[in-house]
């Protein structure tokens, strides 16, 4: 590695929301040598979160969702380039093109893909959609707007859910189906999922839970329809498969790194482990991609899929890679999201899903305003309000310092009434969709082979 931290060579992989951030904090932090941005869309970085809300809706383009740039960044930007290997012992990142890129240090932040539909020629079909990509928004929007008989969505996660309240505010008939007991489960437990599956029902979504998409039909080429697992067949001519995502991992199966299905684990300061656990001094990772502890969830290894932990980890990452071990700093921050869908602003604060149970700490559910608090093993974990977010900085003080559970009603307004249930927060396996949030433990994506060398 060069001796001066701000000089040499540093590439960052993936160019979108942690990449972009990060090689913006690298050169606010002095560094003033080559940095190269990797991205295998051709677009400049933008925001996603639109394209499953205003987009979808017809208020924005999907072509009008580009990050502000905070400043500008002297960057040789390779965009509609893939990565596809890292020689670590070469430091080298290995492209499509044949080509290799030399560093010093590398950022990963590839982030993640959505998970097609498992039959290929299925998914081929026209009609059938995914949702990541401005160019899939693009085309979804199109369709909506032409006003199809029924869309069937797969899968009632966050997602899921958005593009399903997109539908309802634009006129078009809507099922989703869902393989668990409700919407939002996987991260929200299953008692905000029962809240959340009369919220769609209420507004005139045909919710199917406990059932999965056995096979799409078609004719000449176009969806018709779909078959569920309870034998039920349902007509749409547009199906969008919202069952997760898929993170970018798989460039790396040669690299040495610890990376797997669930991600590449690091440290709280973001530096890569290699397969063997040993931490890297020269790879870094930051967003979606990665799993790294945190202290206030027992170090169990969080990968998460949202934007403000993209923004932080990517800041930490960077400030890392052109510091000294003494000024690096841990990626300590709380957790948090918001959705936006039939009409709530859901906001959460810390990880809904490591709990075992919550309570209704203000307002009331029947009246669609109230803020649920989470607890694990008597302290507090996470708060989750529904068009009551201006509490969400008590709460999270309150997540920070480990506050006993239940929460302490001591000046808050209007006092509670309820008492703690179970938050019931289900298996991920039952589940048609994948978490956004996913506690990973400890445990190796794949055995290790150790070899004794003799002499």
Same mark, same amino acid.
């Given at each position: 590695?060069?001796?001066?931290?701000?000089?040499?060579? $540093?590439?960052?992989?993936?160019?979108?929301?942690?990449?972009?951030?990060?090689?913006?904090?690298?050169? *606010?932090?002095?560094?003033?040598?080559?940095?190269?941005?990797?991205?295998?869309?051709?677009?400049?970085?933008?925001?996603?979160?639109?394209?499953?809300?205003?987009?979808?809706? &017809?208020?924005?383009?999907?072509?009008?969702?580009?990050?502000?740039?905070?400043?500008?960044?002297?960057? *040789?930007?390779?965009?509609?380039?893939?990565?596809?290997?890292?020689? &670590?012992?070469?430091?080298?990142?290995?492209?499509?093109? &044949?080509?290799?890129?030399?560093?010093?240090?590398?950022? $990963?932040?590839?982030?993640?893909?959505?998970?097609?539909?498992?039959?290929?020629?299925?998914?081929?079909?026209?009609?059938?959609?995914?949702?990541?990509?401005?160019?899939?928004?693009? /085309?979804?929007?199109?369709?909506l707007a032409a006003g199809p008989r029924r869309v069937l969505v797969i899968g009632a996660g966050?997602?899921?859910?958005?593009?399903?309240?997109?539908?309802?505010?634009?006129?078009?008939?809507?099922?989703?189906?869902?393989? /668990?007991?409700?919407?939002?489960?996987?991260?929200?437990?299953?008692?905000?999922? @029962?809240?959340?599956?009369?919220?769609?029902?209420?507004? /005139?979504?045909?919710?199917?839970?406990?059932?999965?998409? %056995?096979?799409?039909?078609?004719?000449?080429?176009?969806? %018709?329809?779909?078959?569920?697992?309870? &034998?039920?067949?349902?007509?749409?001519?547009?199906?969008?498969?919202?069952?997760?995502?898929?993170?970018?991992?798989?460039?790396?199966?040669?690299?040495?790194?610890?990376?797997?299905?669930?991600?590449i684990a690091c440290d709280a300061g973001c530096r890569a482990f290699d397969m063997y656990g040993?931490? %890297?001094?020269?790879?870094?990772?930051?967003?979606?991609v990665a799993r790294f502890p945190h202290p206030l969830f027992e170090y169990q290894l969080l990968?998460?899929?949202?934007?403000? !932990?993209?923004?932080?980890?990517?800041?930490?990452?960077?400030? !890392?890679?052109? !510091?000294?071990?003494?000024?690096?700093? +841990?990626?300590?921050?709380? #957790?948090?999201?918001?959705?936006?869908?039939?009409?709530?602003?859901?906001?959460?604060?810390?990880?809904?899903?490591?709990?075992?149970?919550?309570?209704?700490?203000?307002?009331?559910?029947? =009246?669609?305003?109230?803020?649920?608090?989470?607890?694990?093993?008597?302290? $507090?974990?996470?708060?989750?309000?529904?068009?009551?977010?201006?509490?969400?900085?008590?709460?999270?003080?309150?997540?920070?310092?480990? @506050?006993?559970? #239940?929460?302490?009603?001591?000046?808050? =307004?209007?006092?509670?009434?309820?008492?703690?249930?179970?938050?019931?927060?289900?298996?991920?396996?039952?589940?048609?969709?994948? +978490?956004?949030?996913?506690?990973?433990?400890?445990?190796?994506?794949?055995?290790?082979?150790?070899?004794?060398? *003799?002499?």
């Amino acid at each position: 590695m060069c001796g001066d931290l701000r000089s040499g060579r $540093i590439v960052v992989v993936g160019a979108s929301l942690a990449g972009l951030r990060a090689a913006e904090t690298l050169r *606010d932090e002095g560094f003033a040598g080559r940095l190269t941005v990797v991205g295998e869309e051709r677009r400049p970085p933008y925001d996603r979160p639109p394209l499953s809300k205003q987009v979808l809706l &017809g208020r924005v383009r999907a072509g009008e969702t580009a990050l502000p740039r905070r400043r500008e960044v002297d960057a *040789d930007w390779r965009l509609g380039v893939r990565a596809t290997g890292v020689d &670590g012992a070469a430091r080298q990142v290995l492209l499509a093109t &044949g080509e290799r890129l030399p560093y010093d240090r590398l950022l $990963i932040a590839t982030g993640t893909r959505a998970r097609p539909w498992p039959d290929p020629a299925q998914a081929a079909l026209d009609g059938v959609f995914t949702l990541r990509t401005a160019d899939d928004a693009a /085309g979804l929007a199109e369709r909506l707007a032409a006003g199809p008989r029924r869309v069937l969505v797969i899968g009632a996660g966050f997602t899921g859910s958005e593009i399903a309240s997109a539908c309802r505010e634009r006129g078009v008939a809507v099922t989703v189906a869902e393989r /668990g007991p409700a919407p939002l489960v996987g991260a929200l437990g299953g008692a905000f999922g @029962a809240f959340a599956a009369k919220v769609q029902r209420a507004h /005139g979504v045909d919710l199917r839970c406990g059932v999965t998409v %056995t096979a799409l039909h078609s004719r000449d080429g176009r969806l %018709t329809g779909a078959e569920l697992s309870d &034998g039920s067949r349902i007509e749409a001519d547009v199906a969008v498969v919202a069952l997760g995502a898929v993170r970018n991992t798989e460039w790396l199966a040669d690299s040495g790194l610890a990376a797997g299905r669930r991600g590449i684990a690091c440290d709280a300061g973001c530096r890569a482990f290699d397969m063997y656990g040993i931490v %890297t001094d020269d790879v870094f990772v930051a967003g979606d991609v990665a799993r790294f502890p945190h202290p206030l969830f027992e170090y169990q290894l969080l990968s998460l899929e949202h934007w403000g !932990n993209a923004v932080a980890q990517a800041a930490v990452a960077a400030h !890392n890679m052109v !510091n000294p071990g003494p000024r690096r700093l +841990p990626h300590l921050s709380v #957790p948090a999201f918001w959705s936006s869908q039939f009409g709530l602003n859901i906001k959460s604060v810390g990880v809904p899903t490591f709990s075992d149970h919550v309570v209704v700490a203000q307002g009331s559910p029947e =009246e669609r305003r109230f803020v649920a608090v989470y607890g694990y093993r008597g302290r $507090i974990t996470a708060a989750v309000s529904v068009n009551r977010a201006k509490w969400l900085e008590h709460y999270q003080g309150l997540i920070e310092t480990a @506050a006993p559970f #239940p929460p302490d009603w001591v000046g808050v =307004e209007p006092p509670p009434s309820r008492t703690p249930v179970p938050s019931d927060v289900p298996d991920p396996k039952v589940l048609s969709h994948g +978490p956004t949030v996913a506690l990973t433990g400890h445990l190796p994506d794949r055995r290790l082979t150790f070899r004794r060398w *003799d002499g």
